[in-house]
């Protein structure tokens, strides 16, 4: 079973800093890798997929990038509504299913 | 606008049973792999089970593996979880979510969710 270790486990920042969120995977998933976004008393959001792709309505100061076994979310300049949660999932065709990590809480500094 | 309501949570004994629905619009149901994921209070999102398009096939967590079973009623656009032998730990919110591509198996990832059902396993 492929384990995805998220880091750092909280990051706070300021509005308007760039922010760097990492997810290593215990071994390999190509570009199988997600990105979502969890906001107190909402949903998750799909933020990237395919390690890289931006879904619908994502802003483009939100980038993926990564393959293999280390990944990364980048946030160009950080705005209020970005202070969340954010989980990275890997879906696997071998063991089928999905894998979240374990998330990093970006908060406000 | 596709929407996604989940239904049937609540407070309930440990060893008992619930069955979550979803019920589905805005979106030809039928064409979509859909996912159950929950998340316990103060912890992470855990992936739990996927029913393919057709309903054909199904995929569990191990951790839910022979005590819950995921279905679809297509003639009513309604998404289920059953859920049986019920822990304490089982206590989360629990979301339905749709698979952002057409027409497959295991799916992709998901780009659709409901505001979630909270289920509490206590006595």
């Known amino acids: 079973e492929i384990v995805l270790t998220q880091s750092p486990a909280t990051l706070s920042l300021s509005p308007g800093e760039r922010a760097t969120l990492s997810c290593r995977a215990s071994q390999s998933v190509g570009s199988q890798l997600a990105w979502y976004q969890v906001r107190p008393g909402q949903p998750p959001r799909l933020f990237i997929y395919d390690a890289y792709k931006r879904a619908t309505g994502i802003p483009g100061r939100f980038s993926g990038s990564g393959s293999g076994t280390d990944f990364t979310l980048t946030i160009a300049s950080l705005e209020a509504e970005d202070f969340a949660v954010y989980y990275c999932q890997h879906r696997s065709n071998w063991s089928p299913g999905y894998t979240f990590g374990q998330g990093t809480k970006l908060e406000i500094k | 606008q596709m929407q996604l309501v989940e239904s049937g949570g609540g407070v309930v004994l440990p060893g008992r049973s619930l069955r979550l629905s979803c019920a589905a619009s805005?979106?030809?149901?039928?064409?979509?792999?859909m996912h159950w994921v929950r998340q316990a209070p103060g912890k992470g999102l855990e992936w739990l089970a996927t029913v393919s398009y057709d309903g054909a096939t199904t995929y569990y967590a191990d951790s839910v593996k022979g005590r819950f079973t995921i279905s679809r009623d297509i003639s009513n656009n309604t998404l289920y979880l059953q859920m049986n032998s019920l822990r304490p730990q089982d206590t989360a919110m629990y979301y339905c979510a749709r698979d952002m591509e057409k027409w497959l198996q295991l799916g992709e990832w998901f780009d659709t969710w409901g505001q979630g059902t909270p289920v509490t396993v206590s006595s």
């Open positions: 805005g979106f030809t149901f039928s064409s979509y792999a």
